[in-house]
């Protein structure tokens, strides 16, 4: 079956520092990845869209300066939190879409800001 | 605009017992829906879909949902559950274009109690 992949599982970061998160499809491509958030005990929020060769589609109230997501290959597709702080802490969903239209995802990263 | 609502946060019931997730949806147009489960510090994983067809999709460990388009649900049920199916189960729309991205529920923690 279709696999998604992060590195890292988790992380630990002092505040101010940036976070690079990685999200594979392992054995597909993938032209649209989804990048999502979830905070303890909630549901998943959709931070953005990635779309291979262009511009990630960000969700209202996500700032893409913040969160900067790059999709250079059908396989690959990178969350960079920048300048990372306490409330940035939280685990981190990828998501890619398959060649039948599923979404496939990853085991997420969990990511904590000292 | 799509929408899914789980009535339940949290649903304890005792092994062996029967359960029903209870999920409804809100959509202006034909929708897909998932079930996805995610166990302690875990990604998603699909449990069960319905795209087309017969109205009652089953998964491999014995989880059922039957699409009511009338009553605008996608309950799941389990006529006999186990210790290892405590986990939290997040129903799932979206639209059969395959366009636009996963609207998830609040999710439902079903607690398995020996």
């Known amino acids: 079956g279709a696999v998604v992949s992060q590195h890292p599982s988790w992380v630990i970061c002092k505040s101010g520092t940036s976070v690079k998160i990685e999200c594979r499809s392992l054995d597909f491509q993938a032209t649209t990845m989804f990048w999502y958030r979830q905070f303890p005990k909630q549901s998943l929020m959709l931070m953005a869209t990635s779309n291979e060769g262009s511009k990630a589609t960000y969700e209202q109230g996500v700032e893409k300066d913040k969160f900067l997501i790059n999709h250079a290959s059908l396989t690959l597709s990178t969350l960079t939190v920048t300048s990372a702080h306490p409330e940035d802490s939280s685990f981190y969903i990828c998501?890619?879409?398959?060649?039948?239209?599923?979404?496939?995802f990853g085991p997420g990263t969990r990511l904590l800001v000292l | 605009a799509q929408s899914v609502t789980q009535l339940d946060s949290q649903v304890p019931v005792f092994e062996e017992a029967p359960v029903e997730l209870r999920c409804n949806y809100s959509s202006s147009v034909s929708v897909y829906l998932f079930w996805y489960v995610q166990y302690p510090n875990q990604g998603l994983q699909l449990l069960l879909k319905y795209l087309s067809g017969s109205t009652l999709v089953e998964s491999i460990n014995g989880f059922e949902a039957e699409f009511n388009k009338s009553q605008t649900s996608f309950h799941l049920r389990k006529p006999s559950v186990h210790i290892s199916d405590t986990a939290e189960y997040f129903c799932?729309?979206?639209?059969?274009?395959?366009?636009?991205?996963?609207?998830f529920g609040k999710g439902t923690r079903l607690s398995v109690i020996a």
């Open positions: 799932a729309v979206s639209d059969p274009s395959g366009n636009t991205p996963l609207v």
């Open positions: 998501s890619a879409k398959g060649p039948l239209g599923d979404q496939y």
